[in-house]
Nanobody, 115 residues
Framework: QVQLVESGGGSVQAGGSLRLSCVAS????????MGWYRQAPGKQRELVAS???????NYEDSVKGRFTISRDNTKNTVYLQMNSLKPDDTAVYYC?????????WGQGTQVTVSS
């Protein structure tokens, strides 16, 4: 079993910042890609950012320059630093990891940005 526990969500005003964390535990031998997705009401889940085992990162266009993804392999943790938040960033944010045993999702954490 693999568990992902997310934290750091909340409500902020536009222009504010939040830092999301996702800690993976359980039967994990090797984590490849780690990523953050989000799903707003009435919309499909979309990739926000991902990070490979090394330093390679990928960002959705609307968050480039505002969000930064990072990981700590010693703690099986992935972070998402979100700055200059906009109301359009309001969504449930999910972390996802790809391991040698398969892909796993977190339970989601709500991020609400008010104007």
């Amino acid at each position: 079993q693999v568990q992902l526990v997310e934290s750091g969500g909340g409500s902020v005003q536009a222009g504010g910042s939040l830092r999301l964390s996702c800690v993976a535990s359980g039967r994990i031998l090797f984590i490849n890609t780690m990523g953050w997705y989000r799903q707003a009401p009435g919309k499909q889940r979309e990739l926000v950012a991902s990070i490979g085992r090394g330093v390679s990162t990928n960002y959705e266009d609307s968050v480039k320059g505002r969000f930064t993804i990072s990981r700590d392999n010693t703690k099986n943790t992935v972070y998402l630093q979100m700055n200059s938040l906009k109301p359009d960033d309001t969504a449930v944010y999910y972390c996802k990891i790809a391991t040698s045993f398969g892909d796993y999702w977190g339970q989601g954490t709500q991020v609400t940005v008010s104007s």
